[in-house]
């Protein structure tokens, strides 16, 4: 993995709907649940606004949909499971991201994950996209006792990288991202891009509509 120095400027990216986009594979893993409970799957834009606080959620506002009680414990550690290794079937970066991570490292950037999906989905995602070295560190929602929009779950990620919170940057799509930046006293950046409606931009210093972008705006807020 990359790693920092005292003067290293941090984006600290979200992952789903950020980074990448997973659409494909999370409505994959919840259709194999429905299928397994006797029930319809989903259509991607139906799976949309369920993405964002996480995986117990995304799962519970499936079955909601569908009229069908919470999962059980052992049904949710199933879906994990079956998500974990199927994450990478059809999920992709979306364009420009290898440029922009590029563009910027020259500059003296470095990067971190700061992501609501479980950890070890997240490891396995990034390492079969190839993007492995890129991150100094990868902060999962059950890396830490808390996840975002908890500030302490971008600033852990942040300490865990060595980067210092005065010199990062967050971007993300979903409110979330925008309120742990806000907490955490860093600017942000929200993705027009991603799964998010415009109006969780609310409080974000920026805005950007292309992956691209992030290499002109984040400068702009770190000089």
Request: charged residues 20%; proline residues 7%.
């Amino acid at each position: 993995m990359a790693s920092f120095t005292n003067s290293t400027r941090t984006l600290v990216l979200d992952l789903d709907g950020t980074l990448v986009d997973s659409l494909p594979d999370l409505a994959a893993s919840l259709d194999r649940l429905m299928a397994a409970r006797g029930l319809p799957g989903f259509t991607l834009d139906e799976v949309r606004p369920m993405v964002g606080d996480g995986t117990q959620k995304l799962v519970e506002r499936a079955l909601a949909a569908r009229h069908a009680p919470a999962p059980s414990p052992e049904e949710f550690d199933a879906f994990v499971v079956d998500y974990t290794a199927h994450a990478a079937d059809a999920t992709t970066l979306y364009p420009g991201v290898e440029e922009t991570l590029t563009s910027l490292a020259g500059a003296g950037w470095c990067f971190a994950i700061c992501t609501n999906k479980p950890v070890a989905a997240a490891q396995m995602l990034i390492a079969a996209l190839g993007l492995a070295d890129r991150f100094a560190a990868i902060g999962g929602g059950d890396s830490f006792p808390v996840r975002k929009p908890d500030p302490a779950h971008l600033l852990s990620t942040i300490a865990r990288a060595g980067g210092d919170p005065v010199r990062a940057v967050m971007a993300g799509d979903h409110a979330n991202d925008i309120a742990a930046a806000q907490g955490a006293g860093l600017p942000s950046i929200f993705a027009l891009w991603g799964y998010g409606p415009e109006t969780m931009a609310r409080g974000a210093a920026a805005t950007a509509r292309r992956f691209t972008d992030l290499a002109v705006i984040a400068p702009r807020l770190l000089p």
